[in-house]
């Protein structure tokens, strides 16, 4: 099982529907509507949101969305985890682990 990984960019529309679906999947959100396309391509033009994918054959298995915020500390911005998801079958595999490294390098 050969899992891919990467940042979601602006033409990642796709992927981003995807992962917003396996969110409502893992978290169990009921009475979920999946926003309109054209809100989460904003959403993708942010750069203060930021979103990781894993994939294996080109399918969202796994994500996490992040959060770019200003500091009330100091002259600078945090960036926050906000949800971190993997589908139930492919849990416990390291995947959640391996995203979160991704992640950790990059910010």
Do not use: N, W
């Given at each position: 099982?050969?899992?891919?990984?990467?940042?979601?960019?602006?033409?990642?529309?796709?992927?981003?529907?995807?992962?917003?679906?396996?969110?409502?999947?893992?978290?169990?959100m009921e009475d979920f509507a999946l926003p309109a396309a054209q809100y989460l391509q904003s959403l993708l033009e942010k750069?203060?949101?930021?979103?990781?994918?894993?994939?294996?054959?080109?399918?969202?298995?796994?994500?996490?969305?992040?959060?770019?915020?200003?500091?009330?500390?100091?002259?600078?911005?945090?960036?926050?985890?906000?949800?971190?998801?993997?589908?139930?079958?492919?849990?416990?595999?390291?995947?959640?682990?391996?995203?979160?490294?991704?992640?950790?390098?990059?910010?």
């Open positions: 099982m050969k899992i891919e990984y990467k940042k979601l960019e602006i033409g990642d529309l796709g992927c981003l529907t995807e992962l917003v679906k396996l969110y409502e999947q893992v978290f169990e750069e203060t949101v930021i979103f990781y994918v894993a994939m294996i054959d080109k399918k969202v298995v796994g994500g996490l969305t992040a959060h770019v915020l200003p500091s009330t500390y100091f002259p600078s911005s945090e960036v926050y985890i906000y949800d971190l998801a993997v589908e139930t079958k492919f849990q416990r595999k390291g995947i959640g682990r391996r995203l979160i490294r991704l992640f950790a390098a990059k910010y």
